[in-house]
Nanobody, 121 residues
């Protein structure tokens, strides 16, 4: 059974930083791309960032480029999302996802339960 557990969310002020973690089990973590998505109230879930199996390929949505950093530690089966210079519009539930394959061009297959990030102005 594949499990993804996010943590690290919380209530912060604009300009603050947070680091989200996603610990996985049940699948060989190092063989798959990992991604972060978010869903704000009343909006559809949107892509935030993705990293391939070895960290060599990374993509971000334009709105977070230069502020967010995705990374992974294959020895710890954990993906991270370091968020800096947070804005109120970053407020959302953040989900991590394990992709079908190693490449970022594959699709998310497994999802975590989400962690709430709230940024006050």
């Amino acid at each position: 059974q594949v499990q993804l557990v996010e943590s690290g969310g919380g209530l912060v002020q604009a300009g603050d930083s947070l680091r989200l973690s996603c610990v996985t089990s049940g699948r060989t973590f190092s063989a798959y791309a990992m991604g972060w998505f978010r869903q704000a109230p009343g909006k559809e879930r949107e892509f935030v960032a993705v990293i391939n199996w070895n960290g060599a390929t990374i993509n971000y949505v334009r709105s977070v480029k230069g502020r967010f950093t995705i990374s992974r530690d294959n020895a710890k089966n954990t993906a991270y999302l370091q968020m800096s210079s947070l804005k109120p519009e970053d407020t959302a539930v953040y989900y991590c996802a394990m992709y079908q394959w190693a490449a970022v061009t594959s699709k998310p297959l497994y999802w975590g339960q989400g962690t709430q990030v709230t940024v006050s102005s």
